[in-house]
């Protein structure tokens, strides 16, 4: 499956409904590879010595409606909830491509608010109350993408991680239903407990213009760019604090990869600069347009950080 370009030009890259290239490599270079097709999923496996990659396709997704795409959803993320209760391993990210993402679904409701209907009712099923999800749930990012299938990605580890929320934030999964009936089940980002290659990461969900629940600087991308910077500085302010248990002399965190998401290609230029800016040193940053998670936010940023 092709994986989305880093934009060096003028020209926004597509979206390809796969996870940043990283997480090839802690999967590893030969992985063990199994395929499941079951009724109306097709799940993938590659299975590492200490990390899992699942992708869990729903073909047509575009064209299901919304209940049979609620259950598609739920089925998905049961899928993997299986795969890695077998495995013993523990969801540490997670990415989904969904199509249509704002196509009206019914009154007051689209197509990524009937994906967290789905999402929620397997959460619920894997993770128990909705009070447990404090220390469950895995960080995500949640995007529209070209095409008919849905696609749920999942990174997980044989040591599980901790979840991280942003002071300047709701947890997702605490919204009120102004977002929809059922609130996105994620965190803001997990904190891995055992390090890989000596460093400690930080895996951060796609992350907005938003505080507490509320869309900041609607219209305004350099606004809301600026906005997104001050939550992810607050995410590895938090994460980097249980780390070193405020101990003073510790090298700061910084990002070593970095995916930007953009709704409209003639944001490019402003988006860039404006990341260059900020994060110039970091080796990865890679652009894509994609429609997020809410339609008056134009840019969602995450990334991979070491503490």
């Known amino acids: 499956m092709p994986r989305s370009q880093v934009t060096t ?25 199994d395929r499941i097709v079951t009724d109306g999923l097709s799940v993938e496996v590659r299975t590492g010595a200490h990390f899992t990659h699942l992708a869990v396709h729903v073909p047509d997704a575009d064209a299901l409606a919304p209940e049979a795409l609620h259950a598609r959803v739920r089925d998905a993320y049961l899928a993997v909830a299986g795969t890695l209760n077998q495995q013993q391993r523990h969801p540490l990210r997670f990415w989904n491509f969904v199509p249509r993402i704002h196509t009206p679904a019914g009154p007051g409701v689209d197509r990524y608010m009937v994906f967290n209907g789905g999402r929620f009712a397997a959460c619920e099923h894997w993770h128990g109350s909705p009070n447990d999800f404090d220390h469950t749930l895995a960080s995500a990012s949640g995007v529209g993408i070209l095409g008919s299938s849905l696609a749920v990605h999942c990174l997980a580890a044989d040591v599980a991680g901790e979840p991280v929320e942003n002071p300047r934030q709701v947890p997702a999964y605490r919204y009120s239903q102004r977002y929809g009936p059922r609130p996105p089940c994620f965190a803001r980002a997990t904190r891995l407990l055992s390090p890989v290659d000596g460093a400690w990461w930080l895996l951060v969900a796609g992350t907005a213009s938003i505080c507490g629940e509320e869309t900041m600087h609607a219209g305004d991308i350099e606004a809301q760019t600026i906005e997104t910077f001050a939550n992810l500085d607050a995410l590895l302010s938090t994460a980097h604090s249980r780390r070193t248990g405020g101990l003073v002399g510790v090298a700061a965190p910084r990002f070593t990869s970095v995916r930007v998401y953009i709704v409209r290609p003639d944001h490019l230029a402003v988006v860039r600069d404006l990341v260059q800016g900020r994060y110039g040193e970091v080796p990865e940053i890679e652009y894509a347009q994609a429609e997020l998670c809410r339609t008056d936010l134009l840019v969602e940023i995450e990334g991979v950080a070491e503490l």
Do not use: N, Y
């Not at 030009?9 to 590879?33: E, I, K, M, R």
């Open 9 to 33: 030009s003028a020209v926004l890259a597509t979206l390809a409904p796969t996870p940043p290239a990283w997480v090839d490599t802690l999967v590893g270079a030969a992985p063990q590879l």
